[in-house]
């Protein structure tokens, strides 16, 4: 078992950046590929970025290219989401994910671990 807990969430205006972290515990992410989603009122879950285990390739939703970026630190058992530029269209519940298979990063079905939610609210 993994247990996921995001934390770094909160209010900004437009423009501004967070850094949400994920950290693990249970069993060491570093075999695990580690996603990004998020949720807003009204709206499906949707997927932001995930990084592999194995290369640590990156993926990306097309609205957030540039400006959010993910990464991980094995050693900490923790991945981090960067948020840059942020847009009011960005506010949503974030949800740190875990899987072990290396393919599908971006269907939500496809993992295996969630964390409860951060939430991220910008302001206009």
């Known amino acids: 078992q993994v247990q996921l807990v995001e934390s770094g969430g909160g209010l900004v205006q437009a423009g501004g950046s967070l850094r949400l972290s994920c950290a693990a515990s249970g069993r060491t992410i570093s075999s695990y590929t580690m996603g990004w989603f998020r949720q807003a009122p009204g709206k499906e879950r949707e997927f932001v970025a995930a990084?592999?285990?194995?290369?640590?390739?990156?993926y990306y939703l097309d609205s957030v290219k540039g400006r959010f970026t993910i990464s991980r630190d094995n050693a900490k058992n923790t991945v981090y989401l960067q948020m840059n530029s942020l847009k009011p269209e960005d506010t949503a519940a974030y949800y740190c994910?875990?899987?072990?298979?290396?393919?599908?990063?971006?269907?939500?079905?496809?993992?295996?671990?969630w964390g409860q939610g951060t939430q991220v609210t910008v302001s206009s």
């Open positions: 994910a875990a899987k072990r298979a290396r393919s599908d990063y971006d269907q939500s079905l496809s993992y295996d671990y």
């Open positions: 990084i592999s285990w194995s290369d640590y390739s990156t």
